[in-house]
């Protein structure tokens, strides 16, 4: 009896392993982010494709791999309640159209005044971050670079699109401009830092504001003013082409669920929204102005490929513009934002000794 009870169990178990669990997981993660967007039925039939439900239920178990940033996590939640800490940092201020909040980072082992100015723009991609989980990284990036670090919140989707977004980092610029004397730093020595969607939004928001661009809803005086103060863009595991992104997110099943072609205003708009393409558009004029770019990514990453920081410095190369590429061997999508949140970890020094060349060839040349 027990023997034929193992003979049954084991096709039944098997059977849940390999269909009942990738399905469940996968319609969960549809229900909760979005069904394909095909009309009516065809959308569950696309949600249903087996080739769908695996690629989908690959990519949520990959996620768990987060559960062991759990310690970092307690750290950064402890770091930022302390009102001992406050002495290095200024926190929540209002800045913008949209009433957003930045915090504000000293080095704590320079006399910070006249230090340059870092603005550090957090990932999740276009739909998701909160600059408190960033308070750890920032506090270390002033101290290793000397620097003052602005953290701030910016609107993402649904809350406001990809331009939105755009608009609320030159706005950061703007505050930063307005607000030198008051937290005394070098308001003409900026260096903008990304991380993933953030690396996307940096460079799209330096390319927007050499264009002067209209959508941005900011004096053209002002915005010529404020490109001119960025002195070089240090982009780590970025988004630079949409559409290849897209792609990419094609092969992993997750295209739907991700919040990327819904930020974008849709498919149509991914050539506008790419770095990569308004560079293409640019003028011999407007080159002249695009500042240098150093790209950093990791072999390892399942997010967003290297291949996407390879294809873009081959591009800045090809337009004859300064750019440093690091390809870093086995470092992946999260480690190389939560690696500079604290010395211990494994690939802190790795990762900073290349912001480092960079930021010290960006600040010296200005
Ligand atoms: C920061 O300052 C320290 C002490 O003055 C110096 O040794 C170090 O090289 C500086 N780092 C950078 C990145 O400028
Ligand atoms: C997106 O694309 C559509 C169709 O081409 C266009 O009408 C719309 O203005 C675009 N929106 C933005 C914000 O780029």
Redesign the pocket.
């Known amino acids: 009896m027990s023997c034929l009870r193992s003979h049954v169990g084991l096709p039944v178990a098997a059977g849940v392993l390999l269909i009942g669990l990738p399905y469940s997981i996968s319609l969960a993660a549809q229900w909760l982010y979005g069904w394909p967007n095909k009309p009516g039925y065809k959308k569950y039939t696309e949600a249903l494709k087996p080739r769908r439900i695996y690629c989908l239920a690959r990519a949520v178990l990959e996620s768990l791999k987060y559960l062991q940033y759990g310690r970092l996590y307690f750290r950064w939640k402890s770091w930022y309640k302390d009102d001992e800490n406050s002495k290095h940092y200024a926190k929540g201020i209002s800045y913008g159209r949209r009433g957003n909040k930045l915090d504000l980072y000293y080095?704590p082992?320079?006399d910070h005044a006249k230090a340059p100015l870092v603005v550090f723009i957090y990932g999740g991609a276009w739909g998701s971050g909160d600059r408190a989980i960033y308070c750890l990284l920032a506090r270390q990036m002033a101290e290793?670079?000397?620097a003052t670090v602005v953290c701030p919140d910016y609107s993402t989707y649904p809350k406001s699109n990809v331009l939105g977004m755009v608009q609320d980092i030159a706005d950061c610029l703007i505050w930063v401009k307005a607000s030198a004397q008051k937290f005394n730093f070098d308001q003409d020595n900026i260096i903008f830092i990304g991380h993933s969607a953030g690396a996307h939004l940096c460079s799209l928001t330096t390319l927007f504001l050499i264009e002067t661009r209209e959508e941005l809803f900011i004096e053209a005086s002002k915005q010529q003013d404020i490109s001119r103060c960025v002195k070089g863009v240090i982009g780590l595991s970025g988004v630079y082409n949409i559409l290849d992104h897209y792609e990419h997110e094609e092969m992993r099943g997750i295209e739907y669920v991700s919040t990327m072609h819904k930020a974008m205003n849709g498919v149509q708009n991914f050539s506008y929204y790419s770095p990569t393409h308004v560079l293409n558009t640019f003028s011999e004029d407007k080159l002249k102005r695009v500042p240098p770019f150093a790209l950093l990514h990791g072999t390892d990453d399942i997010i967003v490929p290297a291949k996407s920081s390879t294809k873009f410095s081959e591009l800045l190369s090809s337009l004859s513009l300064p750019v440093s590429l690091y390809l870093l061997p086995r470092v992946d999508h999260t480690e190389m934002a939560t690696d500079l949140m604290a010395p211990d970890r494994p690939l802190y020094n790795a990762i900073y000794s290349c912001i480092?060349q960079e930021?010290?060839k960006f600040?010296k040349k200005s």
């Open positions: 080095s082992k320079v290793e670079l000397n480092k930021y010290t600040i």
